[in-house]
C-alpha cells in the first residue's frame, strides 16, 4: 500500500478510472482540472510528491482537447523536480513525437496492452520513491553546506554574541530551518522567509520545545505553519553551553541523518564557545599579570633606590674607619654591606626578567659568552667556549642568564679549600667553565664539586641557596628562561660538576 503519497491528478470531467486505480492502491490523491489548477495545487500543496495527467484535459471554457503537455509546463515552471506521468488514450505518433522532447518521468498509452493501469500504479510508485529519495539527497546537501557556513562564521566569532547570532542567521538563510533560538546566552532568534514570526509567539513556541527536548518534537496545527522542531543540546566534554532550538516548514524533516549532523553541530558549536571563554580568560590573566608584573617592577625600582642610599652611607663610613683602624671586623662589614648589595641586584633583575618589553633579535652566542664572562670575578677559573652562531634572545637578558651561571660556578663550583683561596686572595685555577651546544640549544657545565641529585630541581627555585648564595641567583636564570619559552634543566657534566641544559627549540651550531 502507498498510504501517505499524495498525486496529483489532472483530468477532465468525465471518466475517473486513473484515480480510482490510484486512491485503490493507496495513493491519497488530489483532483483538479486544467493547468492553472494544477499549478496552483503544486504551489500550494507541499505533499504532492507526484503528477499524474491525462493527455485530454479541458480548456477554461470546459471543452475537452489536447492540453496534458501544457499541464507538464505549468507543474514544472512551479516545481521543476516534481515527476510528472502522463497517462493518455490516444498512441499515435504524433503525441509520442510531441512528448518525447518533454521531461516527462513516463509516458502511458491507455490502448498499450498491457494492463496500462497496473503500469501507472506502480510507475507512480517508482516516480514517488525517488522524489523523496533525490528530495532527501538534496535536503541534506543544503543542510551540510548551511552547517559548513555556520563553521566558517564560528571561526570568525570572537565572543559568545557573535556565536549565537551567526548560528542562527545561518542556519535560517535558506530555507533549511524558519526558526532558530539560542538558549542560554543573549536568547537570539532569527527566522526564515516562510515564517517571519508574527504567526507563532517565539517566547510560546521556545517553551514548547524546550519542555519536550532534547531531540525531535512534533508540532501539532497550534504551531503552523511549523511542521517539526528539534532541540539540539550545545555541549561538549560533558559541560553544557546552552541549546539551539530549530523548527521547519519541510515535510518529513528531521530524519536519523540529519539529526546526527545537528548533533555534530551542537559539539562544534559548543567547542567554538569553549575555545572563545579560554582566550577570553588569558586575555584577562595576561592583563593581571602584566599589571602584577608592572607594580613588581615599580616596586623592586623604590626598594633599590631606597636602599642603595643607607648602603652608600654605611659603605662611606667603612671607608672612613679603614683610614682610622685596621680591624678586621670591617672586611666582615664590608661584605656584608656587598652581599646586601649583590641581593638589591638580584631583586631588581628577578623583577624584570618576566615576557614584558622583551627585544628579540639574533645574538651572536660567542660573543655574549665572552662578554658575560668579562663581568664575573672569575679569578683564576678557566672558560672554554665551544658555542658558534646565533640564537634569537633578548641580549641583555641573555647576558644576565650567562653571568648568573658564570656566578654561581664560581660560589658553588670549587672545592672548599679552592674556595677559602679564593675569598683569600689566591689564585685558583682548579675550575673550567665549558659552554657547548645541544641538540637543540646549549648547556653550560663546570668540572667542579655538582650539585646532588636530589636538589638539582630546586636550586633554580626561588629562594633555594647553597653556601651562602642570595637563593636569587639561579632562580632568575629560570625565568629568564621561560620568558624566552625556553626550558632549562639541571644535570651533571662529564667532569662530575653541574650542568645546565637549555633547551630553545633550534640547533646552535659547533664551533
Not at 543573549?186 to 527536548?213: I, R
Amino acid at each position: 500500500m502507498d498510504e501517505g503519497t499524495t498525486v496529483l491528478y489532472v483530468g477532465g470531467y468525465g471518466s475517473t478510472e486513473p484515480r480510482d486505480h490510484l486512491e485503490a492502491a493507496g495513493f491519497e490523491v488530489e483532483s483538479v482540472v486544467g493547468a492553472a489548477d494544477a499549478r496552483a495545487a503544486v504551489r500550494e500543496n507541499r505533499s504532492i510528491e507526484v503528477c499524474v495527467t491525462r493527455y485530454e484535459v479541458p480548456r477554461a471554457d470546459g471543452i475537452e482537447f489536447q492540453g496534458g503537455l501544457a499541464v507538464v509546463d505549468a507543474v514544472e515552471a512551479e516545481r521543476p523536480s516534481l515527476p510528472v506521468i502522463l497517462f493518455t488514450r490516444m498512441a499515435n505518433r504524433d503525441v509520442a513525437r510531441e512528448v518525447s522532447g518533454r521531461d516527462l518521468f513516463d509516458y502511458i498509452p491507455i490502448q498499450s496492452g498491457d494492463a496500462p493501469y497496473d503500469r501507472l500504479v506502480r510507475r507512480t510508485r517508482t516516480a514517488a520513491s525517488r522524489y523523496r529519495t533525490d528530495r532527501r539527497v538534496e535536503q541534506l546537501s543544503r543542510i551540510n553546506e548551511i552547517v559548513r557556513d555556520v563553521n566558517r562564521e564560528l571561526v570568525r566569532a570572537d565572543d559568545r554574541a557573535g556565536v549565537e547570532r551567526a548560528v542562527c542567521e545561518e542556519l535560517t538563510q535558506r530555507g533549511a530551518y524558519e526558526f532558530a533560538r539560542f538558549e542560554g546566552g543573549e536568547e537570539t532568534t532569527a527566522h526564515g522567509d516562510e515564517a517571519d514570526g508574527e504567526t507563532v509567539d517565539p517566547d510560546a513556541l521556545a517553551n514548547h520545545l524546550g519542555a519536550s527536548g532534547p531531540g525531535v518534537v512534533d508540532l501539532d496545527e497550534r504551531w503552523q505553519p511549523y511542521t517539526a522542531g528539534i532541540v539540539v543540546p550545545v555541549a561538549i566534554d560533558g559541560v553544557e553551553y546552552g541549546r539551539v532550538l530549530l523548527c521547519t516548514t519541510r515535510p518529513d524533516a528531521l530524519d536519523e541523518t540529519e539529526q546526527e549532523v545537528l548533533g555534530e553541530l551542537g559539539e562544534t558549536i559548543a567547542d567554538a564557545l569553549d575555545a572563545i571563554e579560554t582566550q577570553q580568560q588569558l586575555a584577562v590573566r595576561e592583563r593581571e599579570l602584566a599589571e602584577q608584573n608592572r607594580r613588581l617592577e615599580r616596586f623592586a625600582s623604590i626598594a633599590s633606590h631606597d636602599l642603595r642610599n643607607p648602603l652608600q652611607v654605611a659603605d662611606g663610613y667603612v671607608q672612613q674607619l679603614r683610614e682610622e683602624s685596621d680591624d678586621e671586623r670591617l672586611d666582615e662589614i664590608s661584605q656584608a654591606l656587598g652581599r646586601i648589595g649583590t641581593i638589591i641586584d638580584d631583586v631588581l633583575a628577578l623583577a624584570r626578567t618576566g615576557d614584558g618589553a622583551m627585544t628579540k633579535t639574533a645574538v651572536d652566542l660567542t660573543a655574549a659568552v665572552e662578554r658575560a664572562w668579562e663581568t664575573v670575578d672569575t679569578g683564576g677559573a678557566t672558560l672554554e667556549c665551544a658555542v658558534s652562531g646565533t640564537v634569537r634572545a633578548d641580549e641583555d637578558r641573555l647576558a644576565r642568564l650567562f653571568e648568573n651561571l658564570f656566578r654561581n660556578a664560581m660560589e658553588h663550583g670549587f672545592t672548599a679549600s679552592a674556595t677559602q683561596n679564593r675569598r683569600d686572595g689566591e689564585s685558583s685555577r682548579d675550575l673550567t667553565v665549558r659552554v657547548v651546544p645541544t641538540e637543540n640549544g646549549f648547556a653550560v657545565e663546570d668540572d667542579g664539586v655538582g650539585i646532588p641529585r636530589e636538589k638539582r630541581e630546586s636550586v633554580v627555585e626561588l629562594g633555594h641557596s647553597e653556601g651562602g648564595g642570595t637563593g636569587l641567583g639561579l632562580a632568575i636564570v629560570a625565568r629568564i628562561a621561560e620568558a624566552h619559552d625556553w626550558t632549562v634543566t639541571v644535570e651533571e657534566s662529564d667532569a662530575g660538576g653541574a650542568r645546565f641544559v637549555f633547551a630553545v627549540g633550534e640547533p646552535v651550531s659547533g664551533a
